[in-house]
């Protein structure tokens, strides 16, 4: 299959990442960035065919389109003439409705999709959205290149925004919760490099378990919270300095903007 990514920034690469960590062949990945020079360092790192123009790109089995939001009409505009097969086209920009892209490209095969950087360990979690022109098959051959990257999952494109800010955004959270807990375990002596062993070994085990036993993560929590022991003490202190709000609050405040 060949699989042609228009842009790659962090996201786009991500991506590459992720499809040659499952089998695909290296060559079969076409790549067309901003400035060919990044296509070219793609090349030589990953294996890719780097390509100079969109117009290369005319026989391919499926587009993933990664560029910033504001690029993604002048692309389709040009993918809609060039588009020889009438191949599917991921779009991964967040912000850019069906409605606003099939204005500019009537009748085009999409999928909006919002994935996170672990795509690029097949870790990802991607929420998508289909448009109606979209066939069973054109579906069936998107979703399965999706599946190479992780966890997916369909949602309403009216609820697309809130999944994908879920899934996108969180891991920056994650990422601010490991380093604190990090510095709380450093503080009090623990080696910096064994505290990130065991606070990555802990969420990865923390978040299967709620995966596959499926139990709500507040019976999860009164598990391992005695009656005063040091558990609950902390989950107090979280309380106190409102740990909950702080989270909730992140969140309203990205889908405000």
């Known amino acids: 299959m060949k699989i042609s990514?228009?842009?790659?920034?962090?996201?786009?690469t991500a991506i590459i990442k992720g499809l040659i960590n499952n089998g695909q062949n290296p060559k079969?990945?076409?790549?067309?960035?901003?400035?060919?020079?990044?296509?070219?360092?793609?090349?030589?790192?990953?294996?890719?065919?780097?390509?100079?123009?969109?117009?290369?790109?005319?026989?391919?089995?499926?587009?993933?389109l990664a560029t910033p939001a504001t690029l993604i009409t002048k692309t389709l505009s040009e993918l809609s003439n060039i588009n020889q097969q009438n191949a599917p086209i991921i779009s991964v920009a967040a912000g850019v409705s069906f409605d606003e892209m099939l204005a500019i490209y009537p009748n085009a095969p999409l999928l909006r999709c919002i994935p996170n950087t672990p795509v690029a360990i097949n870790q990802g979690m991607t929420s998508f959205s289909t448009s109606s022109h979209l066939s069973d098959n054109q579906k069936t051959l998107a979703i399965n290149l999706l599946n190479q990257l992780g966890h997916t999952i369909e949602v309403p494109e009216d609820k697309l925004g809130i999944a994908g800010t879920i899934a996108g955004c969180s891991p920056a959270f994650i990422d601010v919760f490991i380093e604190a807990l990090s510095d709380a375990a450093v503080t009090n002596g623990l080696d910096r490099a064994l505290s990130y062993e065991i606070i990555t070994e802990m969420m990865k085990g923390s978040a299967a378990l709620a995966a596959e036993s499926k139990i709500h993560p507040g019976i999860l929590k009164d598990d391992v919270t005695s009656p005063g022991g040091d558990t609950i003490k902390g989950v107090v202190a979280l309380e106190k300095n409102n740990f909950r709000f702080a989270v909730i609050d992140a969140i309203n405040t990205i889908l405000q903007d």
Do not use: C, P, W
Not at 5 to 12: C, D
Not at 35 to 58: C, F, K, P, W
């Open 28 to 64: 079969q990945i076409l790549v067309k960035t901003g400035h060919y020079e990044n296509a070219l360092n793609l090349r030589q790192s990953l294996g890719i065919t780097a390509v100079q123009a969109l117009s290369d790109l005319a026989t391919s089995d499926i587009y993933i």
């Open 5 to 12: 990514i228009i842009g790659a920034g962090k996201m786009g």
